[in-house]
């Protein structure tokens, strides 16, 4: 069965192989090619986050420690473009990550939905007081609903 940690895995794999511009993700200080900055010329890239939601147990095994438990999670992929390239890079590019998981099964990881949102303004995801590259920025998001199974 799966852990959070082996379900990531397998989700960052599949983005990893399928989209072609930076990725990022939560608590990583690299992207996918190795910055650890944003461009000074603004360029398109994708932040990632994975969410889990508290297990289910779905059905008793053979005792203590044999039962199954369900866990639900969402991946949510932000594609970032420079401001002024217009709705449809952004779209397009979150688009392209959703379709990788639409109807996504494997022994590990089942998804079940990916929904592209146009978004707005990167400043709108900017804490409060804080100076940063993102409002350079424009973003889409695309939201994958999901589930894996642990024994336990």
Not at 3 to 10: D, E, F, N
Not at 96 to 113: H, I, K, P, T
Not at 114 to 131: I, T
Not at 136 to 150: I, K, M, P, T
Request: charged share 20%.
């Amino acid at each position: 069965m799966t852990t959070a940690s082996q379900a990531y895995t397998v989700l960052r794999g599949i983005l990893e192989a399928g989209m072609t511009i930076p990725l990022r993700w939560q608590n990583e200080d690299a992207d996918s090619q190795g910055s650890t900055t944003l461009p000074d010329t603004p360029a398109a890239f994708v932040y990632t986050e994975f969410n889990t939601d508290s297990a289910e147990l779905v059905s008793y095994g053979g005792g203590r420690g044999a039962n199954r438990y369900r866990n639900r999670a969402h991946l949510d992929i932000y594609v970032f473009v420079p401001r002024g390239w217009g709705l449809t890079y952004a779209t397009d590019y979150a688009e392209q990550a959703a379709a990788l998981f639409r109807s996504y099964r494997d022994d590990d990881v089942s998804c079940f939905g990916a929904s592209v949102y146009p978004g707005g303004d990167g400043a709108e995801l900017q804490p409060p007081g804080m100076r940063s590259e993102v409002t350079n920025y424009y973003y889409a998001a695309a939201s994958v609903e999901l589930w894996f199974d642990l024994i336990g």
